[in-house]
């Protein structure tokens, strides 16, 4: 890979985007990304933690490649992008986006992808596609609404106006706001103690919310039972109640533990 870097380690994996100056998402990129999709699905992570080197996560799409492209030759590159989207977010353990610096476009579109973001109080968020007289092209502009409301996404979609992560916090976008030379350090302690924690109960809840997400209340509670069910039968599941059924009858505090997502 070029213009990413994959490390992984005791289960967790950090992919860095690294494409300077703006880290943005060409069709190499992609190349990359698909590549790493693969090495990904054959490990065992259980978290996995996207990042932006050259101090920001990226400005979005290298569009100087599109100017000469016919227009299925940007259809194809599309879905494939959307393919590897959408591959993200269905990922059955939790991801983190690690965001230094400005995140727009596509690159916020993927930090939206995630299932939580930390920012610094330098980082901004935009959906710049207005002046290039385009739509965001990965879903950013419903994903952003759901999270931050109708009106907020359409007012950025219309205006191409950066919000700052302080704002975004606000609107319940980004989840932490971290100081900039302590943003990696954070990141991988909630990585860690993600990693460490019931990554089966994760994945279910993942799926619950993006069942709330397409169909409402009705349609992830319909599905609430067969998901939470199975999770009985795991070790995971054996092994916390029996400790915590333990401590509460002897009137001690319950055991932290480390489950194997098994």
Same mark, same amino acid.
């Given at each position: 890979m070029q213009l990413l870097r994959l490390e992984i380690e005791n289960q967790l994996a950090v992919l860095s985007l690294n494409n300077p100056p703006q880290n943005r998402l060409s069709m190499q990129m992609l190349d990359?990304?698909?590549?790493?999709?693969?090495?990904?699905?054959?490990?065992?992570?259980? %978290?996995? %933690?996207?990042r932006g080197d050259? @101090?920001?996560?990226?400005?979005?799409?290298?569009?100087? *490649?599109w100017v000469n492209m016919a227009t299925g030759e940007v259809r194809v590159l599309l879905e494939s992008w959307l393919a590897v989207y959408n591959w993200l977010e269905r990922l &059955?353990?939790?991801?983190? +986006?690690?965001v230094p610096g400005p995140c727009w476009g596509g690159g916020f579109e993927l930090a939206l992808r995630c299932d939580m973001i930390l920012a610094t109080p330098e +980082?901004?968020? =935009?959906?710049? #596609?207005?002046?290039? @007289?385009?739509?965001?092209? /990965?879903? @950013? %502009?419903?994903?952003?609404a759901e999270r931050a409301g109708k009106n907020i996404a359409g *007012?950025?979609?219309?205006?191409?106006?950066?919000?700052?992560? *302080?704002?975004?916090?606000? !609107?319940?976008?980004? =989840?932490?706001?971290v $100081?900039?030379?302590? !943003? $990696?350090? #954070?990141?991988m302690k909630l990585a860690h103690s993600l990693a460490n924690g019931p990554t089966l109960a994760h994945a279910a809840h993942k799926t619950l919310l993006r069942m709330w997400a397409q169909g409402g209340v009705q349609t992830a509670e319909?599905? /609430?039972?067969?998901?939470s069910v199975p999770l009985f039968d795991t070790e995971d599941v054996s092994v916390a109640l029996k400790s915590a059924a333990e401590a509460l *009858?002897? @009137?001690? &505090?319950r055991p932290i533990l480390v489950f194997k997502g098994k």
């Open positions: 990359d990304f698909e590549e790493a999709i693969n090495k990904i699905a054959a490990s065992d992570i259980r %978290v996995l %933690v996207i050259n @101090g920001l996560f990226s400005y979005g799409g290298y569009f100087p *490649e &059955p353990y939790p991801v983190i +986006a690690s +980082a901004t968020f =935009n959906h710049p #596609e207005e002046t290039l @007289g385009i739509t965001t092209l /990965l879903g @950013g %502009v419903y994903r952003f *007012e950025m979609a219309y205006t191409a106006q950066a919000l700052t992560a *302080e704002r975004m916090q606000q !609107l319940g976008v980004v =989840n932490r706001l $100081e900039k030379d302590a !943003l $990696e350090q #954070e990141t319909n599905a /609430l039972i067969d998901l *009858e002897k @009137g001690v &505090p």
